[in-house]
């Protein structure tokens, strides 16, 4: 399901891939594939960003 969410972003043009799975979305080793794809696709490559700072960054726009 990993791929397909970042596949959907990619073809969708996404710019933030948010999940809160580092052990197998989030690794090096899925990292690699997805920008290896994406490259080889033409694909502009989403950036990734763990759950933490999406509610870091919610949290901080209610305080403003």
Sequence with gaps: IDFMIVACASLNKLDIVYSADNRTMLSKYSL???????????????????????????RNLKLN
């Design 32 to 58: 690699k594939a997805y920008k290896h794809i994406n490259l080889k696709e033409n694909l502009r490559i989403p950036t990734f960003l763990s759950y933490d700072d999406l509610l870091r960054k919610l």
